[in-house]
T-cell receptor
């Protein structure tokens, strides 16, 4: 089975721009979560989607948003980019609610200049 | 009182020796715990998990111990190999419907040849 895939792998943007990241979960998985990883803050939960609905949300500003499509693929959007948004953005998927094992993709490295 | 391991940000281990990585978790309501391994340039890789109704679980060369009394988790790696060099994170969550992994700071393990 193919793992979680994320595109693009690397991205460079400037302050004020917006960006969209994409994640394809493991085939058959319906839950997709997003995390931000930075050297200072570590791994922090952004949000989780299941069956196209956001089920959980972390403590991030409204500039961070996401959505999930009927095929379980998910996108994450960050608007009005700030320098502090530079990070590795990780997507993870799991089978169903009640199935706990979560698998991560390789991440998208976002650099904001 | 009971002695628990101190969380160390780095750990240097001789190849062939056993490694013990410690983690103190934050939420007494957490009921599911996962250890992840992250190599440079990659996303976190699932190693082993444990539920709160267990105190020990073994995998291939790895053992996770859970002490709920002092909110402590440890990962033991037997016969450490060069390929075990990575950053190791413990993660906790609670409730299948409120699933948002909270990660520890991570321990960087370096295996000496």
């Amino acid at each position: 089975k193919a793992g979680v895939t994320q595109t693009p792998r690397y991205l460079i943007k400037t302050r004020g721009q917006q960006v969209t990241l994409s994640c394809s979960p493991i085939s058959g998985h319906r839950s997709v979560s997003w995390y931000q990883q930075t050297p200072g803050q570590g791994l922090q939960f952004l949000f989780e989607y299941f069956s196209e609905t956001q089920r959980n949300k972390g403590n991030f500003p409204g500039r961070f948003s996401g959505r999930q499509f009927s095929n379980s693929r998910s996108e994450m959007n960050v608007s009005t980019l700030e320098l502090g948004d530079s990070a590795l953005y990780l997507c993870a998927s799991r089978g169903t609610i009640g199935t706990d094992t979560q698998y991560f993709g390789p991440g998208t490295r976002l650099t904001v200049l | 009182g009971e002695s628990v391991g101190l969380h160390l940000p780095t750990l240097s281990v001789q190849e062939g020796d056993n490694s013990i990585i410690n983690c103190a978790y934050s939420n007494s309501a957490s009921d599911y715990f996962i250890w992840y391994k992250q190599e440079s340039g990659k996303g976190p890789q699932f190693i082993i998990d444990i539920r709160s109704n267990m105190d020990k679980r073994q995998g291939q060369r790895v053992t996770v111990l859970l002490n709920k009394t002092v909110k402590h988790l440890s990962l033991q790696i037997a016969a450490t190999q060069p390929g075990d060099s990575a950053v190791y994170f413990c993660a906790e969550t609670w409730g299948a419907n409120d699933y948002k992994l909270s990660f520890g700071a991570g321990t960087t393990v370096t295996v000496r040849a």
